[in-house]
């Protein structure tokens, strides 16, 4: 029989159309928030929406259907499942402000087109918590879903589940030296152990001896225990403490070993990083936990960040402990001032593993002679470096990446002496 379709092979990569992934085989629950502007309510509501005002008839207390949207993500995040790979749709124009170190405020619209907090509601906790959920904005340009970062330094939001994603948006820095944008939350704990699979199709793991707190949805390893278990939620004891919590997948019994827990597989795609002035910035899209191998399958693609900060360090990454498997391909940053810290990542003495760094291009007026992308000194990490563009100031041996990190590098091009004459990128590392 002939095919019936041009691509029978199907679609590896899903398919998108203006960002909008097609959605007729997701296993989970969608779910629409969106507080923006838009003609009929909110944008993109059709005939038959909350009301018929021009601002958004969202609310927490709709369904979150397209048609009845939730006007907060938060409100979205509870309605979601551990691991049944539930999405969240965020509308063009929507907008929240991150306030603190634990989660956002939501903003709203009333008819005049003033932004009112939702003071009388107290603060919404946006925490990436809820294990295989995607958020995607929709929307292009500056009518992307928007988060800002504004009121303190500490203002974060919260990476503490496994396999989460969140695509085409917009975070805006405007406060001075925004820490940093995401921030991994992991959890160790001794003498733990893994019982085998019960009659009600799941195992259980058992925490002694807590030294953090253990979060529903975060990946569970160490010894023996499958790669990608992830924890569903706490059936007894101290409140994500000591205590006995439903894993899955089943798997054989583990007895006495060190359990970490963690965000593993965070992926960030098609975003913009903006910084709203010098002294209104942000100085890092991701820091990741100070524990070895729970930030693992950390993903950034695809975004830009136009980086405005006239001082302090500024990486993309900013991690806290060793881990395996980054990905860094195929994003844009520009620096507009000279500020200190490798673009991508400083690797200090850490020791990565399978390192994937491609495709990115970069511009940084920094007179730094080593290390524009990425600096380090673990001889022993592993992966490649490839087809990086870089051009900077810097003198001498200009390198964009050092030499002693490990990592092999092919095919990039960076700045070697500085000169402003002759700006062209050449084979680098090389001599000057």
């Not at 058992?206 to 390893?221: C, D, E, K, Q």
């Not at 507009?336 to 850490?350: E, S």
């Not at 600096?375 to 003198?395: P, R």
Request: aromatic fraction near 8%.
């Amino acid at each position: 029989m002939a095919n019936t379709t041009n691509f029978p092979n199907g679609f590896l990569a899903g398919v998108t159309l203006r960002g909008l992934p097609i959605l007729q085989t997701n296993p989970g629950n969608i779910y629409w928030v969106g507080n923006g502007p838009g003609v009929g309510g909110s944008a993109g509501l059709g005939p038959g929406g909350v009301n018929a005002t021009r601002f958004s008839g969202a609310s927490d207390n709709n369904a979150g259907t397209y048609q009845r949207p939730f006007a907060t993500i938060t409100q979205a995040l509870q309605m979601c499942v551990q691991g049944a790979g539930d999405i969240i749709l965020v509308k063009p124009g929507h907008v929240e402000f991150c306030t603190g170190a634990d989660g956002l405020m939501a903003a709203t619209y009333d008819p005049t087109g003033a932004i009112v907090t939702s003071t009388g509601g107290g603060t919404y906790n946006f925490r990436m918590n809820v294990n295989g959920v995607a958020i995607i904005g929709l929307g292009s340009g500056n009518f992307r879903p928007t988060i800002v970062f504004n009121t303190a330094t500490a203002a974060t939001i919260p990476v503490r589940a496994a396999n989460m994603s969140i695509q085409n948006f917009r975070f805006i820095g405007s406060f001075a030296a925004v820490a940093s944008a995401f921030t991994h939350i992991s959890s160790s704990s001794a003498t733990s152990t893994v019982t085998a699979q019960t009659t009600g199709g799941y195992c259980t793991y058992t925490s002694v001896g807590a030294v953090s707190t253990i979060w529903p949805g975060a990946a569970l390893t160490g010894s023996t225990v499958l790669p990608g278990t992830y924890i569903v939620q706490q059936l007894t004891g101290t409140a994500n403490g000591i205590g006995t919590y439903q894993i899955w997948p089943p798997q054989p019994a583990v007895a006495s070993f060190t359990a970490t827990t963690g965000p593993w597989d965070f992926n960030i795609e098609s975003c913009d990083l903006i910084d709203a002035g010098a002294a209104l910035n942000i100085l890092a899209l991701v820091t990741t936990t100070a524990t070895a191998n729970t930030s693992s399958g950390l993903r950034i693609s695809n975004c830009n960040w136009y980086n405005n900060a006239t001082s302090g360090a500024c990486s993309l990454v900013k991690p806290g402990a060793a881990f395996d498997r980054l990905t860094i391909t195929d994003n844009f940053i520009n620096s507009q001032a000279a500020t200190t810290g490798a673009l991508l990542i400083p690797m200090a003495a850490l020791i990565f593993t399978n390192v994937n760094i491609g495709r990115n291009k970069a511009s940084k007026p920094t007179t730094a002679a080593t290390g524009s992308l990425v600096t380090g000194s673990g001889s022993t990490s592993s992966g490649m470096f490839y087809d990086n563009y870089c051009w900077t100031l810097a003198t001498s041996t200009g390198l964009i990446i050092t030499a002693s990190t490990g990592i092999g590098a092919a095919n990039n091009f960076g700045t070697i002496t500085g000169a402003t004459t002759n700006p062209n990128a050449i084979i680098n590392p090389t001599a000057a």
